[in-house]
């Protein structure tokens, strides 16, 4: 059992956002870069657990991303992956990311493919979905629980207004969010041992981007809090009735 | 060239989101001057000729009950095939969860441009530019399409809903459906509850309600409000709630037009997820609360007194308009 597991760099969920260079790019100063906490908490820490009941089962880390991805694919490597393909390009078009993607998992015929639900960053929720097309496959989004009994899967998944337990055949692309798995920290052994492990380095295949940032904003500064005095709970009302107009 | 919008419907009603995406989809067609037109799958006991009025001229119903269930691959194929049939250069989703679910691939399938998780209206005058939210609603960016055929999902509660006059025309479409490869084999709804990604009004409890058995004030003051409840992270995690309900940039998402925080500090993780709420009231005992800064109104004080003279201050209002 193969499964593939994307890890994105993200900036720490405490990271002040700001621009740089007229409002074109992503001001890194001070930025503490983490794995998505989806990728890590939920998607990576599932496949481990089966990797546990299942010594056959081997994990590899995928990440789109420049250099300095690196120490995050260490960290996660040292959380439990076997090996890590990193592919040296970085793009904001979920297709271009995605099908990147598709390229790696195509070639090692994964059974299984593992996203978070989406990158703190950009919160598309898009790459698991374009992977699964790109290589025709079946696609559990928003997975909240995930079992796997030989080849076939067992998943919870959110849908509008509730949730749907479904049976699916691997090979198949899972998006997994709360409920998954629990986090974990990463122990010394895990660690020394990740300093080994391979990690490769793709040059990216030759796709087109489809989308790119032209330009960021910050939304416009709150006006500042109107106080009411806890004895006059009449006179929010009021401001939320007739002012605000919201109830 | 048209604009056609994807109509998401559960146990055959049409989503609040749907008209949200008619309106915003309709808009874009009179803004490029093509038209709009709908599209809907499975079966439906709404009158969706009704549509019309949010600007629709025509919507496409594929009825096969093969389609009663989202599933993300067969949807996408049915989906990308009536928008090569219909001549649709547009596709509009919702960015709930069936449009997360299906959209992603359907801009794969028609190598579209995607930007998922819009939050206005694209800018059409030079080029083909659509600001959607990233960094958990901490900012927004301002993408670029440059592929001729184009998907965008639209955020939940983003778009005002404008309903005017109009009947659509219904075209049944006969696309083959392929049966699902993932098997369901149970669905449990949250019944008697107002989804929280609809809400207009989300009433939200954080560790200040100091346990589960305090819970009562809130859900009176949601209650009133014809509120939907929510929590911070910790109450999530301690189950006093159940984890659905937890919001902020590791939980769920929201933009209602009024959003009331009681007894949480307003940490950056939970304002990710609440930030685009358009009116936020706080309630907490500390003035040096976070939460303050974010918020539009606000009463330092203790929820357990504050909050039931709330609800009744709301009953009396209600009472007299
Ligand atoms: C990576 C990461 C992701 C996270 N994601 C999320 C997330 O998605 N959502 C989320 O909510 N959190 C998230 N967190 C946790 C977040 O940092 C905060 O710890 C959490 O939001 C705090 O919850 P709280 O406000 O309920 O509790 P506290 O911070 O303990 O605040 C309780 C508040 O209640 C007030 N209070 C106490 N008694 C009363 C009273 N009687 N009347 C009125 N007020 C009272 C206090 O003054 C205090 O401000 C995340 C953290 C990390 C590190």
Redesign the interface.
């Given at each position: 059992m193969k499964i593939l597991v994307c890890v994105s760099k993200t900036p720490d969920t405490t990271s002040k956002i700001a621009f740089t260079d007229g409002g074109t790019k992503f001001d890194e100063a001070g930025v503490q870069w983490i794995i998505n906490p989806y990728d890590e908490w939920y998607s990576l820490v599932r496949a481990i657990e089966l990797k546990e009941k299942d010594a056959s089962v081997s994990i590899t880390l995928v990440n789109v991303g420049g250099a300095d991805a690196e120490p995050i694919i260490r960290k996660a490597l040292a959380l439990g992956g076997d090996e890590a393909i990193r592919i040296n390009t970085d793009s904001s078009d979920p297709y271009y990311i995605a099908a990147q993607i598709a390229a790696v998992a195509k070639a090692g015929s994964y059974d299984l493919i593992f996203t978070g639900k989406e990158t703190i960053d950009y919160n598309g929720s898009s790459i698991g979905g374009i992977i699964a097309e790109l290589i025709d496959v079946p696609y559990i989004s928003l997975a909240t629980k995930f079992e796997l009994i030989g080849t076939t899967a067992t998943v919870t998944r959110e849908i509008e207004g509730g949730e749907e337990v479904a049976e699916v055949a691997l090979p198949l692309v899972v998006s997994c969010q709360k409920g998954v798995a629990e986090q974990r920290i990463p122990n010394m052994r895990g660690i020394m041992a990740a300093r080994t492990k391979p990690l490769k380095v793709n040059e990216p295949e030759a796709i087109e981007a489809l989308t790119n940032i032209v330009s960021f904003e910050l939304p416009p500064a709150k006006a500042g809090v109107k106080l009411v005095a806890p004895d006059n709970v009449a006179e929010l009302v009021r401001l939320l009735h007739e002012e605000a107009k919201a109830i | 060239m048209s604009v056609l919008i994807f109509i998401?419907q559960?146990d055959g009603h049409v989503?609040k989101s749907s008209l949200e995406v008619l309106t915003y989809g309709a808009k874009l067609a009179s803004q490029l001057g093509v038209a709009a037109e709908g599209i809907v799958l499975g079966t439906v006991s709404d009158d969706i000729a009704a549509l019309g009025k949010y600007g629709v001229s025509k919507i496409h119903h594929v009825s096969n009950n093969l389609l009663d269930?989202?599933?993300?691959?067969v949807y996408?194929k049915v989906i990308a095939e009536a928008a090569n049939a219909s001549g649709a250069s547009i596709i509009i989703f919702s960015?709930?969860?069936?449009g997360?679910?299906?959209?992603?691939?359907v801009?794969?399938?028609l190598?579209?441009?995607?930007?998922?998780?819009a939050c206005a209206l694209p800018d059409t005058t030079n080029g083909f530019?659509v600001?959607?939210?990233?960094?958990?609603?901490?900012?927004?960016?301002?993408?670029?399409?440059?592929?001729p055929i184009k998907v965008i999902s639209l955020n939940p509660n983003s778009y005002t809903t404008i309903a005017g006059e109009g009947t659509a025309t219904i075209n049944a479409l006969h696309i083959a459906v392929d049966t699902?490869?993932?098997?369901?084999?149970?669905?449990?709804?949250?019944t008697g509850e107002i989804?929280l990604t609809e809400a207009d009004?989300v009433v939200s409890g954080g560790r200040g309600l100091k346990g589960p058995e305090n819970w009562g004030i809130l859900l009176d003051l949601a209650k009133e409000?014809g509120a939907a409840t929510a929590c911070s992270r910790p109450v999530g995690d301690a189950h006093w709630r159940p984890?659905?309900e937890?919001v902020g940039?590791?939980?769920v998402?929201i933009a209602p037009?009024?959003y009331i925080a009681i007894g949480i500090s307003g940490a950056?993780?939970h304002l990710?997820g609440v930030?685009r709420s358009?009116?936020i009231?706080?309630i907490n005992k500390d003035p040096e609360a976070p939460f303050?800064?974010?918020?539009?109104?606000?009463?330092?004080?203790?929820a357990f007194?504050?909050v039931p003279?709330?609800t009744a201050?709301?009953k009396?209002?209600k009472a007299a308009n």
């Amino acid at each position: 059992m193969k499964i593939l597991v994307c890890v994105s760099k993200t900036p720490d969920t405490t990271s002040k956002i700001a621009f740089t260079d007229g409002g074109t790019k992503f001001d890194e100063a001070g930025v503490q870069w983490i794995i998505n906490p989806y990728d890590e908490w939920y998607s990576l820490v599932r496949a481990i657990e089966l990797k546990e009941k299942d010594a056959s089962v081997s994990i590899t880390l995928v990440n789109v991303g420049g250099a300095d991805a690196e120490p995050i694919i260490r960290k996660a490597l040292a959380l439990g992956g076997d090996e890590a393909i990193r592919i040296n390009t970085d793009s904001s078009d979920p297709y271009y990311i995605a099908a990147q993607i598709a390229a790696v998992a195509k070639a090692g015929s994964y059974d299984l493919i593992f996203t978070g639900k989406e990158t703190i960053d950009y919160n598309g929720s898009s790459i698991g979905g374009i992977i699964a097309e790109l290589i025709d496959v079946p696609y559990i989004s928003l997975a909240t629980k995930f079992e796997l009994i030989g080849t076939t899967a067992t998943v919870t998944r959110e849908i509008e207004g509730g949730e749907e337990v479904a049976e699916v055949a691997l090979p198949l692309v899972v998006s997994c969010q709360k409920g998954v798995a629990e986090q974990r920290i990463p122990n010394m052994r895990g660690i020394m041992a990740a300093r080994t492990k391979p990690l490769k380095v793709n040059e990216p295949e030759a796709i087109e981007a489809l989308t790119n940032i032209v330009s960021f904003e910050l939304p416009p500064a709150k006006a500042g809090v109107k106080l009411v005095a806890p004895d006059n709970v009449a006179e929010l009302v009021r401001l939320l009735h007739e002012e605000a107009k919201a109830i | 060239m048209s604009v056609l919008i994807f109509i998401d419907q559960a146990d055959g009603h049409v989503k609040k989101s749907s008209l949200e995406v008619l309106t915003y989809g309709a808009k874009l067609a009179s803004q490029l001057g093509v038209a709009a037109e709908g599209i809907v799958l499975g079966t439906v006991s709404d009158d969706i000729a009704a549509l019309g009025k949010y600007g629709v001229s025509k919507i496409h119903h594929v009825s096969n009950n093969l389609l009663d269930h989202v599933d993300a691959q067969v949807y996408a194929k049915v989906i990308a095939e009536a928008a090569n049939a219909s001549g649709a250069s547009i596709i509009i989703f919702s960015h709930n969860q069936t449009g997360k679910a299906v959209a992603a691939r359907v801009a794969a399938r028609l190598k579209a441009g995607l930007v998922a998780g819009a939050c206005a209206l694209p800018d059409t005058t030079n080029g083909f530019v659509v600001k959607k939210t990233v960094f958990s609603g901490k900012a927004f960016a301002n993408v670029s399409i440059n592929a001729p055929i184009k998907v965008i999902s639209l955020n939940p509660n983003s778009y005002t809903t404008i309903a005017g006059e109009g009947t659509a025309t219904i075209n049944a479409l006969h696309i083959a459906v392929d049966t699902p490869k993932v098997k369901v084999t149970a669905v449990n709804k949250v019944t008697g509850e107002i989804p929280l990604t609809e809400a207009d009004i989300v009433v939200s409890g954080g560790r200040g309600l100091k346990g589960p058995e305090n819970w009562g004030i809130l859900l009176d003051l949601a209650k009133e409000l014809g509120a939907a409840t929510a929590c911070s992270r910790p109450v999530g995690d301690a189950h006093w709630r159940p984890h659905h309900e937890h919001v902020g940039q590791t939980g769920v998402q929201i933009a209602p037009n009024l959003y009331i925080a009681i007894g949480i500090s307003g940490a950056i993780q939970h304002l990710a997820g609440v930030n685009r709420s358009k009116v936020i009231v706080v309630i907490n005992k500390d003035p040096e609360a976070p939460f303050f800064k974010a918020a539009d109104y606000g009463i330092v004080g203790d929820a357990f007194e504050v909050v039931p003279q709330l609800t009744a201050e709301i009953k009396k209002l209600k009472a007299a308009n």
